[in-house]
């Protein structure tokens, strides 16, 4: 398997670019809604390990929902940052589970009715009692597509984890084009893009959602988020011994992590280019469609969001830490490039490589700027 430890990549600076204009604050509610999600883990009994609460406060659960669901009021806020922060504790436990599990999961997030609350155990109940949050203000056919949605989601990650399986035994990584098929899936953007409807009260029309244009926008949005997430989990997944992007272009073109991180900032730039293409096309397609103009600025707030939290977040930091290293965002700091603010009509999000101070391997971090 193709880790940091083969390449020992040379220090590079790799740019991320955003539209200024997506740049939101933190939502005003961001903090409550933390504390609020914390108690609600702590009663379904979720956090009764010192492992789950180390997670929870890791997390950084106000950055988590406050930024990527600025545009969200206080209700729909506390509901779509419960069904993220379940997400990311249910993906870490979800190995073993099989084909039945997921017709669970896909009721409990659909919210039937009839579905058993005591027999799911607690993380399906706290999905159901999620979803009775939403079905307050999204008819049943929102409800059914969010649920296959999250069985799609299940099913990438079964297969990206049985694909894992198969290529640490084979000592490899995955051809990047299988790889990014994959996790334009199993990074999950496709359901979190159905909740922004709910979370901002912009049901869309049936005729938008089989638009072409819609689907072009989707799988941007998804490319743009799991290369933000990819580039961060780089120090976690080589300690892992897990699959990465930028192992998978180091590895089919022969080169180093730095110069596989600089294809990943154009494969960026290139679904950058294709979200805001299709947003500009839907935007003079449907100039009267007052849901589509709020879905599409929250679908934009979404993804510089996501890129701020990853970014900044302690989740990816802590592994950083544990090979030696100091993380601070913003300074500069072992060896790091400080980050400029932005330039005009962009925000420079950066990822620098930042040399060890002993004997281990170079890793990569992320540090974010905001506007003044």
């Given at each position: 398997m193709?880790?940091?430890?083969?390449?020992?990549?040379?220090?590079?600076?790799?740019?991320?670019?955003?539209?200024?204009q997506w740049?939101t604050?933190v939502h005003?509610?961001?903090?409550?809604?933390?504390?609020?999600?914390?108690?609600?883990?702590?009663d379904?009994?979720l956090?009764?390990?010192?492992?789950a609460?180390?997670?929870?406060?890791?997390?950084?659960?106000?950055r988590y929902g406050?930024?990527p669901?600025?545009n969200a009021?206080?209700e729909?806020l506390?509901?779509?940052t419960?069904f993220?922060?379940?997400w990311?504790?249910?993906?870490d436990?979800?190995?073993g589970?099989?084909e039945?599990?997921?017709?669970l999961?896909?009721?409990a997030?659909?919210?039937?009715p009839?579905?058993?609350?005591?027999?799911?155990?607690?993380?399906?109940?706290?999905w159901w009692?999620?979803a009775c949050?939403?079905?307050?203000?999204m008819?049943?056919?929102?409800?059914?597509?969010?649920?296959d949605?999250?069985?799609d989601w299940?099913?990438?990650?079964?297969e990206?984890a049985e694909q894992?399986?198969?290529?640490?035994?084979e000592g490899?990584?995955?051809?990047?084009g299988a790889?990014?098929?994959?996790?334009r899936?199993?990074i999950?953007?496709?359901?979190?893009?159905?909740?922004?409807?709910?979370?901002?009260?912009?049901?869309?029309p049936?005729?938008l959602r089989?638009?072409?244009a819609?689907a072009a926008?989707?799988?941007?949005?998804?490319?743009?988020?799991?290369?933000?997430?990819?580039l961060?989990?780089v120090?976690?997944?080589?300690?892992?011994?897990?699959?990465?992007l930028?192992f998978?272009v180091?590895?089919?073109?022969?080169?180093?992590?730095?110069?596989?991180?600089?294809?990943?900032?154009k494969?960026?730039?290139?679904a950058?280019?294709?979200?805001?293409n299709?947003a500009g096309?839907?935007?003079?397609?449907?100039p009267d469609?007052?849901?589509?103009m709020?879905?599409?600025e929250a679908?934009?707030?979404?993804?510089?969001?996501?890129?701020?939290w990853?970014?900044s977040?302690t989740?990816y930091e802590?592994v950083l830490?544990?090979?030696?290293?100091?993380?601070?965002a913003?300074?500069?700091?072992?060896?790091c490039?400080?980050i400029?603010?932005?330039t005009?009509g962009?925000?420079?999000?950066t990822?620098?490589a930042?040399?060890a101070?002993?004997?281990?391997?170079s890793?990569?971090t992320a540090?974010?700027?905001?506007?003044p």
């Open positions: 193709l880790t940091a430890l083969d390449l020992q990549p040379t220090p590079a600076t790799i740019t991320l670019r955003y539209p200024v740049y604050p005003p509610h961001a903090a409550s809604t933390e504390a609020g999600t914390q108690a609600w883990l702590a379904l009994r956090l009764d390990s010192e492992a609460v180390l997670k929870f406060r890791h997390l950084g659960v106000a406050g930024w669901l600025y009021d206080a729909a506390a509901t779509v419960r993220l922060t379940l990311i504790f249910y993906d436990m979800l190995e589970h099989g039945s599990h997921e017709l999961a896909m009721a997030v659909r919210g039937e009839a579905f058993d609350v005591e027999a799911g155990g607690p993380y399906l109940r706290a009692e999620t949050r939403y079905r307050l203000r008819d049943r056919a929102w409800c059914e597509r969010l649920g949605r999250f069985g299940l099913r990438a990650v079964r990206e894992l399986r198969v290529l640490r035994c490899r990584q995955p051809e990047p790889y990014i098929a994959c996790r899936r199993s999950g953007v496709l359901p979190t893009l159905n909740l922004l409807e709910y979370a901002c009260g912009c049901a869309l049936d005729e089989v638009h072409p819609m926008l989707e799988r941007a949005a998804s490319e743009l988020v799991f290369i933000q997430n990819d961060v989990s120090p976690k997944d080589a300690r892992d011994r897990g699959v990465n930028v998978s180091a590895q089919a073109r022969g080169c180093s992590l730095a110069a596989a991180c600089h294809e990943m900032e494969m960026h730039d290139t950058l280019t294709g979200f805001t299709a096309f839907l935007r003079m397609e449907f469609c007052a849901p589509l709020q879905w599409l679908a934009e707030t979404m993804c510089h969001g996501f890129a701020r990853h970014l977040n989740r802590w830490i544990d090979l030696g290293i100091a993380v601070e913003g300074t500069r700091n072992a060896g490039v400080e400029t603010s932005g005009v962009e925000e420079r999000i990822t620098c930042v040399p101070r002993s004997a281990a391997p890793t990569w540090y974010s700027s905001a506007p």
